[in-house]
């Protein structure tokens, strides 16, 4: 089945610096990558995705990359702010199945003033 | 925006006792989830629901776990005989139909289930 590594698990930053999030994934059916946020006690909420025809999509100050061959994909947030910290999940999902999400091990993001 | 509902948001639950999750998916989409995230874990699978019928299900998804879609609007997860380890965070999600590419899941605000 599908494996999600997800580095690093802990990143500080300062406001206002960029913070990259690294997801690696085994199983190359996988063609659906969802990230998510999560804050403390709250839902995980889609804050983007990718789909493997595409090799990045931006969303103001968020953007993912994807590099099939390699199997890896980044979460990369400009500008942090203070709201942007939180757990960061990736998460990979081949066609066909169930439609299942398997998750990275989290990133706990602090953007510190 | 619609929204994944989940009820109770918290189950005090005595071992061994049966309990019942919760959720009404957003009302178009055709796929429904359930996770569970043991306090400060990853997210985990547990299952997919379409077309009334399990559609995948994971290994902790074994023969205490069943779920149902008893009307057109709500979608229940059931721990027949539960353990000190179901111990949890169970989130619900739904998607649409996915057609020929995966949908996103929407995830809602969870039920945590603490066992005595």
């Known amino acids: 089945g599908e494996n999600v590594e997800q580095h690093p698990s802990t990143l500080s930053v300062q406001e206002g610096d960029s913070a990259v999030i690294k997801c690696t994934y085994s199983?190359?059916?996988?063609?659906?990558f969802p990230w998510y946020k999560q804050e403390l006690g709250k839902r995980p909420q889609l804050i983007i995705d990718?789909?493997?025809?595409?090799g990045e999509k931006k969303d103001q100050r968020i953007a993912v990359t994807l590099n099939k061959t390699a199997k890896h994909f980044s979460l990369h947030i400009t500008e942090t702010q203070p709201e942007d910290s939180a757990v960061y999940f990736c998460?990979?999902?081949?066609?066909?199945?169930?439609?299942?999400?398997?998750f990275g091990t989290g990133t706990q993001l602090k953007v510190e003033l | 925006e619609p929204e994944v509902t989940q009820t109770p948001s918290h189950q005090v639950t005595q071992m061994g006792q049966e309990v019942i999750l919760r959720c009404v998916p957003i009302?178009?989409?055709?796929?429904f989830y359930w996770y569970r995230q043991i306090l400060g874990q990853k997210v985990e699978f547990l299952v997919s629901?379409?077309?009334?019928?399990?559609?995948?299900k994971s290994e902790i998804f074994d023969d205490q776990f069943s779920v149902e879609r008893p009307d057109g609007s709500n979608f229940t997860l059931k721990i027949r005989s539960t353990k000190l380890e179901d111990s949890a965070m169970y989130f619900c999600?739904?998607?649409?139909?996915?057609?020929?590419?995966?949908?996103?899941?929407?995830f809602g605000d969870g039920t945590r289930l603490s066992i005595l």
């Open positions: 998460a990979a999902n081949p066609t066909g199945g169930g439609n299942k999400l398997t």
């Open positions: 009302s178009n989409h055709l796929y």
């Open positions: 629901f379409y077309n009334n019928e399990i559609s995948e």
């Open positions: 199983d190359s059916a996988s063609n659906y």
């Open positions: 990718i789909r493997s025809n595409v």
């Open positions: 999600a739904s998607s649409r139909d996915r057609g020929f590419s995966n949908q996103p899941q929407h």
